[in-house]
């Protein structure tokens, strides 16, 4: 069994990408990442190749792609036509979602440097502009 000598059970695959063997599992059961092989005993087999899948997994995590859009991209990392493209349209995608959340992000530090600002210029003890800042927005 040369074949097996070259693959790492889940721990020492694991290990090498930095995350934890759960994280792995879990892959597994999103259909994201699937071991080489396994055992008769039930221990899954990885092999160092799987350490970049994990590590793109999580990169890929990082820059706010969500799994089933990772999972995606994991298919055009095969040579495919068009692959380019699609991978293009699906960071461009995600180019317009983070803007979108960037324009969001901006409007809530703006509202909340105002209460701020209304509650340290606050000098009653009677109610907490913070608190009513929140309330008339309901």
């Known amino acids: 069994m ?3 000598k070259k ?3 889940i721990g020492e695959i694991a290990k090498l990408a930095g995350v934890n063997i759960q994280t792995l599992r879990y892959y597994e059961r999103r259909d994201i990442l699937r071991p080489r092989s396994k055992k008769e005993s039930g221990f899954r087999l990885y092999s160092k190749d799987d350490v970049k899948t994990i590590k793109f997994i999580k990169h ?3 820059l706010g792609f969500k799994l089933e859009e990772i999972k995606e991209l994991i298919n055009l990392r095969v040579s495919t036509s068009g692959r380019s493209e699609k991978a293009r349209k699906k960071a ?3 180019l317009v979602d983070v803007q979108e959340k960037i324009k969001m992000l901006k409007n809530i530090e703006k509202t909340l440097k105002k209460l701020v600002s209304d509650c340290k210029n606050n000098r009653t003890s009677s109610g907490c502009p913070i608190i ?3 309330e008339r927005s309901l």
């Open 60 to 62: 890929a995590q990082e």
């Open 92 to 94: 461009s995608e995600k």
């Open 132 to 134: 009513e800042g929140i």
């Open 2 to 4: 040369p074949q097996e």
């Open 7 to 9: 693959l790492l059970q």
